[in-house]
């Protein structure tokens, strides 16, 4: 075995022990069952492949999902709507799930506090604010709901903005590591093969009586 063969199994096997560390975190096929409402559809979840691929497609979607997901105001219910979110967009389940713990009582005022900044500059500079009162009007009159209607209209949008990006912030990074990843292993290979290449033959030239 080579030097570079070696240096490029021993980053190899770094990123792998770097991802299983990352994976014992995530739900599982063996552990779907233990989480509440999502436990009724396990059964179904272990039968579809795609929730459990790690292919670059069903990666990406994930993260662009689960991103914009944990960044809106759904506190509460983020994770039944992220398990049937993978469904729909045909993503990696573990990931979209996962990506839910950005949001927990103790993260949400970092994170509502920019989204509802950002949504409100949105609504006022696209006008639409007239709507959101309309809205908040039709059940009542009261300034409260109207009030209610604005702010959680801005976090919505809001988040979903930061999500987005959040997402494809990760997707690239996540792309960039997938490729140095693929072209390390297949470097691997590529120098396994030549180790084991039988070398030609070479002829002796008889001796002269």
């Known amino acids: 075995m080579t030097t570079e063969e070696t240096q490029l199994k021993e980053e190899h096997f770094t990123r792998v022990r770097r991802a299983k560390r990352f994976l014992r975190f995530l739900p599982r096929r063996g552990n779907i069952h233990t989480y509440p409402i999502i436990r009724i559809f396990a059964a179904t979840a272990r039968k579809t492949p795609f929730l459990w691929s790690f292919k670059e497609a069903e990666v ?52 509502y506090y920019p989204a509802y900044h950002i949504g409100d500059f949105i609504i006022s500079v696209f006008g639409t604010e007239s709507a959101i009162r309309e809205v ?19 976090l919505s949008l809001g988040g979903a903005i930061i999500g987005y990006f959040a997402g494809l912030v990760s997707s690239v990074v996540y792309r960039i590591s997938a490729k140095r990843a693929s072209q390390t292993f297949h470097r691997i290979r590529e120098l396994q093969r030549r180790s084991r290449k039988p070398e030609p033959d070479i002829e002796v030239p008889a001796r002269e009586a």
């Not at 997901?69 to 993978?86: D, E, H, Y």
């Not at 409260?144 to 209209?153: E, L, P, Q, S, T």
Request: glycine share 8%.
């Open 136 to 154: 908040g009007t039709i059940t009542t009159e009261t300034n409260f709901i109207n009030k209610g209607v604005r702010v959680y209209a801005a």
């Open 60 to 111: 990406v979607r994930a993260l662009y999902a689960g991103c914009i997901i944990s960044f809106m105001p759904l506190l509460g219910v983020q994770w039944t709507l992220a398990f049937f979110t993978a469904f729909v967009v045909r993503g990696n389940l573990p990931i979209l799930l996962a990506l839910q713990l950005i949001s927990s009582p103790l993260t949400v005022p970092f994170i």
